[in-house]
């Protein structure tokens, strides 16, 4: 059961905005793209990796709050495949980040019962980061709460490279015929495998655009977009975002019919 009361204090602005969620419509999966930390560094004069550092707390209270609204899914972009264009400085410092927030919440995710997951190629990382991963997933691997996904070194057009990598070469090893191949099988391929597709995308700091994140997954996502830089993000604009998400018509190509929602997802649209 949903504690109300942890999640936000009586007579708060975050608690007014969590009194009008349908906490029965919640979106099962969350995908966010934490965008705007260069920014936020440069506003305030500070270098961008500052902002990195300081997006660590919105990381955290994104992940303590869906967990406690009983979500099934969150997914954060953390590291692009395109990212690696980067100055080496910044990547080091980002890695480095991303292995103190696992030694430093790994037992708040054990406590919170959140299974922990990488998205993308995993095995192209340092060797360190490998490792810490590693270990988070290892701990973590018989929790059965939220799962906790994490897309590093990770890119829609490669993830879906990768699956049907997989799926031609059970092909041609014989385990598979290209007539069984249809949506579920790559989806079995897929970094996300097993979990529903994100319902809700929030994109901070108020650019437009998916930025090669969950192409295939993201399909019927509703999309919801901040100006809020990601260090600033905090638990009342994830509470905006679900009420504006309950707020849509989910018709997956359908129509409307007789007041009640289109049931499935229609092959066209229009």
Same mark, same amino acid.
Request: net charge negative.
């Given at each position: 059961?949903?504690?109300?009361?942890?999640?936000?204090?009586?007579? $708060?602005?975050?608690?007014?905005?969590?009194?009008?969620?349908?906490?029965?419509?919640?979106?099962?999966?969350?995908?966010?793209?934490?965008?705007?930390?260069? %920014?936020?560094?440069?506003?305030?004069? $500070?270098?961008? =990796?500052?902002?990195?550092?300081?997006?660590?707390? &919105?990381?955290?209270?994104? =992940?303590? @709050? +869906?967990?406690?609204?009983?979500l099934d899914a969150l997914t954060i972009y953390a590291f692009s495949v395109e990212n690696w264009k980067r100055p080496?400085?910044?990547?080091?410092?980002?890695?480095?980040?991303?292995?103190?927030?696992?030694?430093?919440?790994?037992?708040?995710?054990?406590?919170?019962?959140?299974?922990? %997951?990488?998205?993308?190629?995993?095995?192209?990382?340092?060797? $360190?980061?490998?490792?810490?991963?590693?270990?988070?997933?290892?701990? @973590? $691997?018989? +929790?059965?709460g939220m799962t906790f996904n994490i897309a590093l070194n990770y890119g829609g057009r490669t993830e879906i490279v990768?699956? +049907? *990598?997989?799926?031609?070469?059970?092909?041609?090893?014989? *385990?598979?015929?290209?007539?069984?191949?249809?949506?579920?099988?790559?989806?079995?391929?897929?970094?996300?495998?097993?979990?529903?597709?994100?319902?809700?995308?929030?994109?901070? &700091?108020?650019?437009? %655009?998916?930025?090669?994140?969950?192409?295939?997954?993201?399909?019927?996502?509703?999309?919801?977009? @901040?100006?809020?830089?990601?260090?600033?993000?905090?638990? *009342?604009?994830?509470?905006?975002a679900i009420l504006d998400f309950q707020k849509r018509e989910r018709r997956y190509g359908g129509v409307i019919s007789?007041?009640?929602?289109?049931?499935?997802?229609?092959?066209?649209?229009?």
């Open positions: 059961m949903i504690e109300l009361d942890s999640l936000a204090p009586p007579g $708060s602005f975050e608690r007014q905005l969590l009194d009008e969620i349908d906490l029965a419509k919640l979106p099962r999966h969350v995908a966010i793209i934490m965008d705007g930390n260069g %920014r936020w560094a440069k506003q305030r004069g $500070s270098p961008r =990796v500052e902002g990195h550092r300081a997006g660590i707390a &919105s990381v955290r209270e994104a =992940v303590e @709050t +869906c967990a406690r609204l009983e080496r400085f910044e990547i080091v410092t980002l890695m480095s980040l991303l292995k103190e927030f696992l030694a430093k919440e790994l037992s708040n995710l054990l406590k919170n019962d959140i299974r922990f %997951r990488v998205v993308g190629r995993m095995n192209e990382l340092d060797p $360190s980061v490998q490792k810490a991963l590693a270990q988070g997933l290892a701990a @973590t $691997s018989s +929790c059965r990768d699956a +049907c *990598r997989s799926l031609a070469n059970d092909v041609v090893s014989g *385990r598979l015929t290209p007539e069984q191949i249809d949506e579920e099988t790559l989806g079995s391929r897929l970094g996300t495998a097993g979990l529903p597709d994100p319902d809700l995308l929030i994109r901070t &700091s108020g650019e437009m %655009r998916v930025s090669n994140f969950l192409l295939w997954q993201i399909a019927y996502s509703e999309i919801w977009v @901040t100006p809020t830089l990601w260090p600033d993000f905090r638990r *009342r604009h994830l509470f905006e007789e007041g009640r929602p289109a049931e499935g997802k229609a092959e066209a649209q229009g």
